[in-house]
Antibody, heavy 117, light 109 residues
Framework: QVQVVQSGAEVKKPGASVKVSCKASGYSFTSYYIQWVRQAPGQGPEWMGVINPSSGRTVYAQKFQGRVTMTRDTSTTTVYMELSSLRSEDTAVYYC??????????WGQGTLVTVSS | QTVMTQEPSLTVSPGETVTLTCASSTGAVTSGYYPNWFQQKSGQAPRALIYSTTNKHSWTPARFSGSLLGGKAALTLSGVQPEDEAEYYCLLYSGGAWVFGGGTKLTVL
């Protein structure tokens, strides 16, 4: 069965970086995009960007360009999202989700990233 | 920056029918926006309900349906159940980016 499993919660200081992983299983890893979304406390989801696991090509939301890097490891069917220069406003639950162009289906369980001094 | 607008909150009684909508600040929503709809309950990840305007996932209850209505994407719940109380988000593709709506909090009383 399709599974998308994320790494555990992180606590970081302002200015640091965080790297969240998203391990996919139960399907052809290179046949689906992986999207990244974050949700701040009490807010709606916000799209951060997407990676094509087949080519490694990425598209980032304008808001995160220069601060986010998405990569993949096809040998372990894992995608990574690294966000740098963290500030308190980056405190949120970060999700990965599998998608084709029109269809988002399976989501990870979410990873809480807390930025605090 | 495109903004997608949803009703902030709606209240319905069990068994009723309710329609949630999603409007784009750039104009009428079309199938080319690939509307997706998600349900999110407190403390849980979003769950996909509808993709590409009208298509249901294998797990989507039959009472949920998607459409285009008056230039907006729409999600209709026919015969609302108490377990449908949740936050609902639309997601549209516009200008090379995906944009979420602000969400509709659906209360079932």
């Amino acid at each position: 069965q399709v599974q998308v499993v994320q790494s555990g919660a992180e606590v970081k200081k302002p200015g640091a970086s965080v790297k969240v992983s998203c391990k996919a299983s139960g399907y052809s890893f290179t046949s689906y995009y992986i999207q990244w979304v974050r949700q701040a406390p009490g807010q709606g989801p916000e799209w951060m960007g997407v990676i094509n696991p087949s080519s490694g090509r990425t598209v980032y939301a304008q808001k995160f360009q220069g601060r986010v890097t998405m990569t993949r490891d096809t040998s372990t069917t894992t995608v990574y999202m690294e966000l740098s220069s963290l500030r308190s406003e980056d405190t949120a639950v970060y999700y990965c989700a599998r998608s084709t162009v029109p269809d988002w289906d399976y989501w990870g369980q979410g990873t809480l990233v807390t930025v605090s001094s | 920056q495109t903004v997608m607008t949803q009703e902030p909150s709606l209240t319905v009684s069990p068994g009723e029918t309710v329609t949630l909508t999603c409007a784009s600040s750039t104009g009428a929503v079309t199938s080319g926006y690939y509307p997706n709809w998600f349900q999110q309950k407190s403390g849980q990840a979003p769950r996909a309900l509808i993709y590409s305007t009208t298509n249901k996932h294998s797990w989507t209850p039959a009472r949920f349906s998607g459409s285009l209505l008056g230039g907006k994407a729409a999600l209709t719940l026919s015969g609302v159940q108490p377990e449908d109380e949740a936050e609902y988000y639309c997601l549209l593709y516009s200008g090379g980016a995906w944009v979420f709506g602000g969400g509709t909090k659906l209360t079932v009383l």
